[in-house]
T-cell receptor, first 116, second 114 residues
Framework: AQKVTQAQTEISVVEKEDVTLDCVYE???????LFWYKQPPSGELVFLIR??????QNEISGRYSWNFQKSTSSFNFTITASQVVDSAVYFC?????????????FGPGTRLSVLP | DAEITQSPRHKITETGRQVTLACHQT?????MFWYRQDLGHGLRLIHY???????NKGEVSDGYSVSRSNTEDLPLTLESAASSQTSVYFC?????????????FGEGSWLTVV
């Protein structure tokens, strides 16, 4: 069965610090997709990134970067020079191929607090 | 712009009442999902649908039902609301049967059962 673990329940950093959010997944499939979502204090869930299992290149988008390593089944998310607006709960998710439909599993989330 | 909307956004109801949360998406997505979010439990899948007339139970389906009569809507019904169903409910949708499709969420519905 697929599973997503985010071992860090809560993280606090001071503004401008770099912070890495860990995500470890379990799957028996060779084809799968990994996602990160952000949930700011206002409550909505915002899609950040999608990565397929065949693309291990790291991705960078502004201050955000993602490190995908199949060898350790990890898909970690780093925020560089954190800002107060980065304060949110971040969810990692895994989607496996199915004969019918889509099976999406979320991790428990990591609450990031960026202090001024 | 296409979107996914939920209503009501906030509701207080009494134990035992039937409650329906609406979800409407304009992306023409085949897949629709209902999740609940509770402290300590993250996001848990209640029901999902892969197309019109298709509905399936998720991890925490007891006490809930859904129906899919068209592509755009997946209303969630609490047959007899219980205090344990006080939660934030998120509707979501994705395009098709490919596992790489991104799931997009509505804004959430805050339900309090008193």
């Amino acid at each position: 069965a697929q599973k997503v673990t985010q071992a860090q329940t809560e993280i606090s950093v001071v503004e401008k610090e770099d912070v890495t959010l860990d995500c470890v997944y379990e799957t028996r499939d060779t084809t799968y997709y990994l996602f990160w979502y952000k949930q700011p204090p206002s409550g909505e869930l915002v899609f950040l990134i999608r990565r397929n299992s065949f693309d291990e290149q790291n991705e960078i988008s502004g201050r955000y970067s993602w490190n995908f390593q199949k060898s350790t089944s990890s898909f970690n998310f780093t925020i560089t020079a954190s800002q107060v607006v980065d304060s949110a709960v971040y969810f990692c998710a895994l989607s496996e191929a199915q004969d019918y439909g889509q099976n999406f599993v979320f991790g428990p989330g990591t609450r990031l607090s960026v202090l001024p | 712009d296409a979107e996914i909307t939920q209503s009501p956004r906030h509701k207080i109801t009494e134990t035992g009442r039937q409650v329906t949360l609406a979800c409407h998406q304009t992306w023409n997505h085949n897949n629709m999902f209902w999740y609940r979010q509770d402290l300590g439990h993250g996001l848990r899948l209640i029901h999902y649908s892969y197309g019109v007339q298709d509905t399936n139970k998720g991890e925490v389906s007891d006490g809930y039902s859904v129906s899919r009569s068209n592509t755009e809507d997946l209303p969630l019904t609490l047959e007899s609301a219980a205090s344990s169903q006080t939660s934030v409910y998120f509707c979501a949708s994705s395009e098709g049967q490919h596992s790489g499709n991104t799931i997009y969420f509505g804004e959430g519905s805050w339900l309090t059962v008193v």
